[in-house]
């Protein structure tokens, strides 16, 4: 019965040429519309099915089979990291699982494993010193300036993944209990429903940049493009990393490993060597399980662990 039904499975998809882009291309519509997804869902899916579709084409495959899948993986891992070549192969199995279950082809991606993903750090973080430095080194001199600096404190301070501090409106900033907070539309989320607590010295610099910008809605975006072809828009992701990698940068600390996210890194770790509890810590980083905020606390335990120090000492009596 099972065979019966991947021969038919595939006779349906030969007659549907899988490879052409049109008619894939029409598969991929009708498969992001069943799944019902946010936008940026729909986006990402359409690109792991089309790099699929580009492997097919590049090395004329017309029936792609389970092989095709290890090999295609096979190519990926090549080129890309294994957080990466997850996500790609994420896409496809669901396309497939979805193929079949609509009788229009087998899901050749079943049993196939996504390479093994390093639950360490891919990249690094900074001391209290190294970010003051960093952050300090902004000229304020310029409206450019004041947002930059403001940027930069609001997201060490309170650890925001850029795409928070992308979405973010200066309406968002609202009292809750007396403290100053920053209502956030978090990773995976399609409402503002959390919120960081804003600390006088980053509500300061965010209130010298919003003077400087004069009178503007509260429903703009907190922080705005000064770009000449969209000048007051929202920024994007890429342009508010661009900001972190160059203060950086200016600061003399130069390293695929520091990016943006480094300075997210940065707040939690520097939260957990304060000795503020898991679940605190958890709570202020919006992470999806307590086991995330676990991986920064074996780091932070481990760099208080005195056993080098000792071997050292019994060895060469240091």
């Given at each position: 019965?099972?065979?019966?039904?991947?021969?038919?499975?595939?006779?349906?998809?030969q007659s549907e040429t899988l490879?052409?882009?049109?008619?894939?291309?029409?598969?991929?519509?009708?498969?992001?519309?069943?799944?019902?997804?946010?936008?940026?869902?729909?986006?990402?899916?359409?690109?792991?099915?089309?790099?699929?579709?580009?492997?097919?084409?590049?090395?004329?495959?017309?029936?792609?089979?389970?092989?095709?899948?290890?090999?295609?993986?096979?190519?990926?891992?090549?080129?890309?990291?294994?957080?990466?070549?997850?996500?790609?192969?994420?896409?496809?199995?669901?396309?497939?699982?979805?193929?079949?279950?609509?009788?229009?082809?087998?899901?050749?991606?079943?049993?196939?494993?996504?390479?093994?993903?390093?639950?360490?750090?891919?990249?690094?973080?900074?001391?209290?010193?190294?970010?003051?430095?960093?952050?300090?080194?902004?000229?304020?001199?310029?409206?450019k300036g004041l947002r930059d600096?403001?940027?930069?404190?609001?997201?060490?301070?309170?650890?925001?993944?850029?795409?928070?501090?992308?979405?973010?409106?200066?309406?968002?900033?609202?009292?809750?209990?007396?403290?100053?907070?920053?209502?956030?539309?978090?990773?995976?989320?399609?409402?503002?429903?959390?919120?960081?607590?804003?600390?006088?010295?980053?509500?300061?610099?965010?209130?010298?940049?919003?003077?400087?910008?004069?009178?503007?809605?509260?429903e703009t975006p907190l922080f705005?493009?000064?770009?000449?072809?969209?000048?007051?828009?929202?920024?994007?992701?890429?342009?508010?990393?661009?900001?972190?990698?160059?203060?950086?940068?200016?600061?003399?600390?130069?390293?695929?490993?520091?990016?943006?996210?480094?300075?997210?890194?940065?707040?939690?770790?520097?939260?957990?060597?304060?000795?503020?509890?898991?679940?605190?810590?958890?709570?202020?980083?919006?992470?999806?399980?307590?086991?995330?905020?676990?991986?920064?606390?074996?780091?932070?335990?481990?760099?208080?662990?005195?056993?080098?120090?000792?071997?050292?000492?019994?060895?060469?009596?240091?």
């Amino acid at each position: 019965m099972h065979n019966s039904l991947m021969i038919k499975n595939t006779a349906i998809m030969q007659s549907e040429t899988l490879p052409n882009k049109n008619s894939i291309g029409e598969l991929a519509s009708r498969f992001v519309m069943y799944l019902d997804v946010s936008a940026v869902s729909v986006k990402s899916y359409k690109s792991g099915i089309k790099k699929f579709l580009t492997f097919l084409h590049e090395n004329c495959i017309n029936n792609p089979t389970r092989d095709t899948v290890i090999l295609y993986k096979k190519t990926l891992c090549e080129k890309y990291s294994a957080s990466t070549v997850s996500l790609y192969l994420s896409s496809l199995r669901r396309f497939f699982s979805w193929c079949e279950s609509e009788n229009l082809y087998c899901d050749i991606t079943r049993g196939v494993k996504s390479p093994r993903i390093d639950s360490g750090h891919k990249k690094d973080s900074f001391t209290a010193n190294q970010l003051r430095e960093i952050i300090g080194g902004i000229n304020r001199n310029s409206l450019k300036g004041l947002r930059d600096y403001a940027l930069m404190c609001l997201i060490s301070a309170t650890g925001l993944r850029t795409v928070e501090a992308m979405r973010a409106d200066i309406s968002d900033i609202r009292n809750v209990g007396g403290a100053d907070c920053l209502f956030v539309q978090g990773k995976g989320r399609s409402s503002k429903s959390e919120f960081v607590k804003l600390s006088e010295h980053v509500m300061k610099a965010i209130r010298a940049y919003l003077d400087a910008r004069g009178e503007v809605s509260q429903e703009t975006p907190l922080f705005a493009s000064l770009s000449h072809r969209n000048t007051g828009e929202r920024m994007t992701t890429r342009s508010i990393s661009r900001i972190c990698k160059g203060a950086m940068i200016q600061a003399g600390y130069v390293s695929k490993r520091w990016t943006a996210h480094s300075l997210r890194h940065s707040a939690v770790t520097l939260a957990l060597m304060a000795g503020i509890s898991l679940q605190e810590v958890s709570q202020f980083a919006r992470h999806s399980s307590i086991s995330v905020t676990m991986v920064y606390a074996h780091d932070v335990q481990r760099l208080k662990s005195r056993c080098e120090s000792a071997i050292s000492a019994a060895i060469f009596g240091d």
